[in-house]
């Protein structure tokens, strides 16, 4: 999984928007992308349970500022404080909810 094209902020829809090719684009709220952190401090990295609820998470959050890390992720620096998550390309492309995506997550990968 290569770099996105296009990383966008929309901070008055509050939503982190990923462009990978021309016709493959990505929408991610900032509340629900926080919640998919995967950091050591969000998520128990041997069960996998969620060490934050959505509850502790601002109704408000908003983003500071993002960057890129290397060339295989993206750091988000949410309101909250929070900034040592990294959502990697794979992560993002998995959490994609476009309606290509979701018919491919149900249907398996797609026959040639
Ligand atoms: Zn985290
Ligand atoms: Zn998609």
Not at 11 to 32: G, L, M, N
Not at 36 to 46: F, G, H, L, Y
Not at 82 to 96: I, K, M, N, R, V
């Amino acid at each position: 999984m290569g770099p996105p094209e296009a990383i966008q902020i929309h901070r008055d829809q509050r939503v982190v928007e990923i462009r990978w090719s021309a016709d493959h684009v990505s929408v991610y709220p900032f509340r629900w992308l926080r919640e998919q952190c995967e950091c050591a401090a969000c998520k128990n990295e041997w069960t996998g349970e969620r060490l934050v609820s959505p509850e502790q998470v601002p109704e408000d959050l908003g983003v500071e500022g993002a960057e890129l890390v290397g060339n295989y992720a993206l750091r988000i620096r949410w309101s909250d404080g929070h900034d040592t998550g990294l959502y990697t390309w794979e992560h993002l492309a998995s959490l994609c909810r476009c309606t290509r995506c979701e018919r491919k997550q149900r249907q398996g990968p797609e026959m040639q």
